[in-house]
């Protein structure tokens, strides 16, 4: 099982957003990019056009919630997920088949591993 480890430092998330691919949806955009460490690393992201602090971590944890419901990122990826104004309104069973149909476009192994789940 691969490990996960949260992205923290600017430089990434810019790297991230110059370099990497990306699917937009009214409640999630998802940026995706190969690494070579070996490890999967996610960011949450919320701005301000969401809301004041309350409004941002929620939707923060509904992303985050409907990621562990996914299940996990394949090793070798970052993946940055924008959280959208509707997103503060959704719960994250909405989420869920958005950001399962935006890994399974951005991240090959991830289409795989998913079309297995739904054959079982």
Sequence with gaps: MPQTVTL????????IYAKGKS????LLVTYAMKNRLGIARVGVVSSKKIGKAVSR???R????????ECGEIPAGWDVVFV?????????????VPVM???????????????????TL
Excluded: W
Aim: proline share 2%; hydrophobic share 35%; aromatic share 4%.
């Design 83 to 95: 959280c959208r104004v509707k997103t503060v309104y959704s719960k994250s069973t909405r989420i």
């Design 8 to 15: 923290s430092e600017n430089r990434d998330f810019k790297r």
């Design 57 to 59: 971590n929620r939707a």
């Design 100 to 118: 399962k149909r935006q890994l399974g476009e951005l991240l090959p192994q991830a289409a795989a591993r998913m079309a297995d789940e739904r």
């Design 23 to 26: 699917r937009v949806h009214a």
């Design 61 to 68: 944890r509904v992303v985050r919630a409907a990621l562990r």
